[in-house]
DNA sequence: CTGAAAGCGCTTACAG
DNA sequence: CTGAAAGCGCTTACAG
């Protein structure tokens, strides 16, 4: 910038201007503005951003925080994400805290120490306290996929527990009486509202709860998990007529163990799940599915927080904004 | 910082000098550097990495840039290179191109921006030109799945050609004749490595090349395009006996194409893929796979990256470096 | 219409 | 052992 000042004589401070586009607001004259910008052209002049960030205060970048970035669905919603912060001149910085508890503390500290301007996150079980921090500190975020009800945050969830309902209801109506399901990672908001939507739609036939057909898996362990889990049920309760999967990655594992062995899941089961990944048709072309809006997810998730980075200060206006996205319901059989 | 020093009656200077770990090398007495920390963590002091960058003139992040997130191969990359580069202390910025140019090359000069120190990228077809310039400039970064031969940079790639001829070769051996492959972004050094091992297997084996049995498609448009040219090669060679997937998302797009068709495509071809993904396995049980090491491709391309920032200026030292890594062949059927 | 100067929050050579 | 001061590259209130 001083060199583009020195080589045509003029100050720092208007060759400012003029870059940033304020030139005509400034009222200098076209030809200087003409002059600054072929200076610029010729020197190849690249802005330093880490000075204006500093200067600013704004990074124009977002972070992004999820469980997991190999999961079908995440990457799906981070896709969403980096499109939408793209379109508004946003860069994206992820993270994937593999829901480690100081992984994910620590992504967060890191994010935050003034390298972006607002956070997107997943969080897992452990980050209330994390979380709670983010509030009161005032920095700009928006949870997805899984909230705290008892805080006033932005966030954008789905409608969970009508899913969970609505699917295992299907199975009922095609005649499933016993109804096997898994848990995955119990303490989630998002888990337990699946799963009292099974629960109503079971209560609503007046078929009664049975626990051998609910199996408990960890999320950072359900690979090794679930397969058991399945195998349990399966010995316990035999005649087990249809699954509801709460999520996807639990419905491939469960495939994958019923292909392991040799059970002819299509004809012998009915099933349901949340959320439907490539080739899941052609496996089990029979089992419905609760879609995720994994677009809409990410898509909102920017807006939210584009919008709370814009407000804040303006203490007058609206403090959060929460969003709950209807799932497309696809029956299949 | 400020306040530090004045809390405790100290310049900003010993203040910098024990927080940054450098108490020991200046001599300052343990007790001062107690107060110190003390005061900061009263204070809740929180560096801000702005300044320091600004100063340092490093951000300690590394872009990646990839053509598509959602994407399971380049996803797995993702994740290594995110959990590598976390490992030493870096953070990821993270740009999908989705294969348009545009996109491309302002991310590339978005990141540039001194908004990261280096970075990793599976270039397009059409970004010859942004990657000269990185090099010209000497920014450092680091190629993967795709590179262009004739210019002399960092990247980590596969045994391409070794995988498409040894996929080709085990097809042949348990008696394909007609074996069919399709191209896609025929103008990738990758594609081409992969299609040259096709080509030596059949002529290795005397089989003549017939082009009937060799699709196009686009990249960008490789949804649409994948089933037309299978359904073409149906059509103009209904004996085909093998498949060559020279990328798993063809594999998938052909499958379900196939699945439509109601063909009973695990006992009419044999066929063989570069790269599997969940559920490949139970779909096509009997198809080959060359593996891509996702993992260690991204490990790598940080641990290259993260050399060239080392030793940047030290001209003595080797400029680039290039690591081909193999691909493990699982044989099945 | 244009410029001199302060300041964003750090680090570090230099002087005591 | 400790501090005053310069500087990283910008933006902008203030003065002409």
Redesign the pocket.
């Known amino acids: 910038?001083q060199d583009i000042a020195d080589l045509l004589?003029?100050?720092?401070?208007?060759v400012?201007?003029v870059?940033?586009g304020?030139g005509d607001e400034?009222?200098?004259?076209r030809e200087?503005q003409d002059r600054v910008l072929k200076g610029a052209a010729d020197l190849d002049?690249?802005?330093?951003l880490i000075?204006?960030t500093?200067?600013?205060g704004k990074t124009h970048t977002i972070g992004l925080i999820i469980p997991s970035i190999e999961d079908q669905f995440y990457s799906e919603v981070a896709k969403a994400v980096e499109f939408e912060a793209y379109k508004q001149g946003y860069t994206l910085t992820l993270g994937s805290s593999e829901s480690e508890k100081d992984r994910e503390s620590n992504l967060i500290q890191l994010f935050r120490d003034k390298l972006i301007d607002g956070l997107i996150i997943a969080p897992t079980k452990y980050s209330r306290k994390e979380i709670t921090n983010l509030c009161r500190q005032d920095f700009p975020f928006v949870l997805f996929d899984r909230y705290f009800p008892e805080l006033d945050t932005n966030y954008v969830i789905t409608d969970d527990e009508r899913a969970g309902y609505m699917l295992t209801r299907h199975l009922i109506e095609k005649g499933c009486r016993k109804i096997a399901t898994i848990n995955i990672n119990k303490h989630l908001e998002v888990t337990q509202r699946r799963m009292e939507g099974y629960r109503r739609a079971l209560r609503e036939s007046g078929i009664e709860q049975n626990p051998n057909l609910i199996a408990d898996v960890e999320f950072a362990t359900y690979r090794s998990d679930a397969a058991g889990a399945i195998e349990r049920i399966l010995v316990l309760e035999p005649d087990v007529d249809g699954f509801c999967f709460i999520t996807h990655i639990l419905a491939i594992e469960a495939i994958n163990c019923f292909h392991e062995h040799g059970i002819d899941f299509n004809n012998r089961f009915k099933m349901g799940c949340v959320h439907e990944v490539p080739m899941m048709k052609i496996v089990a072309p029979k089992m419905s599915i609760a879609r995720l809006p994994a677009d809409e997810i990410g898509r909102q998730a920017v807006r939210l927080l584009l919008a709370s980075l814009k407000k804040a200060g303006n203490a007058d206006e609206q403090r959060t904004r929460k969003v709950v996205l209807p799932m497309e319901l696809i029956y299949r059989d």
């Open positions: 910038m004589g003029l100050s720092r401070t208007t400012s201007w870059l940033s304020k400034r009222h200098i004259s200087t002049y690249k802005p330093n000075a204006k500093l200067r600013m």
